[in-house]
């Protein structure tokens, strides 16, 4: 979203369905639902060097369908991110720390660091090669249960949908540090839809695009 002559703002929120095993009972009992809605706000230079950077905001809300699954506290703190692109690569890294401002007085206050490095390398026909695993910490947790540190990768996809650019991929991973009671390893598929800003010949190359599309369809045979 463009600001100003030199400012840009980009957004970036992740709503996770998340399945949850209870480690009580291990016969595949758990819980499985939407976990907190996690909001981030990055303002950005409309005009970025080999470097492209953003600070701003990073937001959690109480959106779990499960206490298991969700914090119970609304969150806010900063955040950043900077990443390059080199070639057939895409190297970089967003992270941001949050601490609870309100929310269920039943459950304990945040104060949680996270950090996500990612290196995708591009292949062929839009799909791609990537590791991008999840760290985080939580500052308020006993020695030996305040970190979470995967390690892992996986496939994704940039394609189409009609008109609308969306992102796919899947990445297993392995934890090397997790805290008591929680997963040895994890699983994540993500669809992330594009919104990127287009040029007006690059608008005008689409809209004839469209346009063919139309003429090449069947006519309907009139009624008689």
């Known amino acids: 979203m463009h600001l100003a002559p030199k400012w840009n703002l980009i957004t970036r929120t992740i709503l996770p369905i998340i399945w949850q095993p209870d480690a009580e009972k291990p016969n595949g009992q758990g819980w499985y639902g939407l976990g907190d809605l996690n909001p981030s706000l990055f303002f950005s230079p409309a005009k970025p060097g080999k470097l492209i950077w953003g600070v701003g905001p ?24 900077a990443l390059t692109t080199p070639g057939h690569w895409v190297i970089g890294a967003l992270a941001n720390n949050v601490w609870s401002i309100a929310g269920t007085g039943s459950r304990p ?11 995708n390398y591009n292949i062929k026909h839009g799909w791609y090669v990537t590791t991008a695993p999840i760290i985080t910490a939580n500052w308020r947790a006993s020695s030996g249960n305040d970190l979470t540190l995967p390690f892992g990768g996986g496939v994704g996809r940039i394609f189409k949908i009609g008109f609308q650019p969306v992102n796919l991929q899947v990445q297993g991973f392995g934890n090397a540090k997790y805290p008591d009671g929680t997963s040895p390893w994890g699983m ?10 287009f040029s007006k010949a690059q608008e005008k190359e689409m809209l004839e695009e469209k346009l063919k599309q139309l003429d090449q ?3 309907a045979a009139p009624q008689k």
Request: charged share 10%; glycine share 8%; net charge positive.
């Open 217 to 219: 369809q069947p006519q």
């Open 58 to 81: 990073a937001i959690v809300l109480p959106t779990a369908t499960a206490p298991e699954l969700g914090q119970g506290k609304v969150s806010v703190g900063p955040g950043v991110v």
């Open 188 to 197: 994540r598929v993500e669809l992330a839809f594009l919104f990127p800003k």
């Open 109 to 119: 206050p945040v104060n949680q660091f996270l950090l996500q490095y990612f290196i």
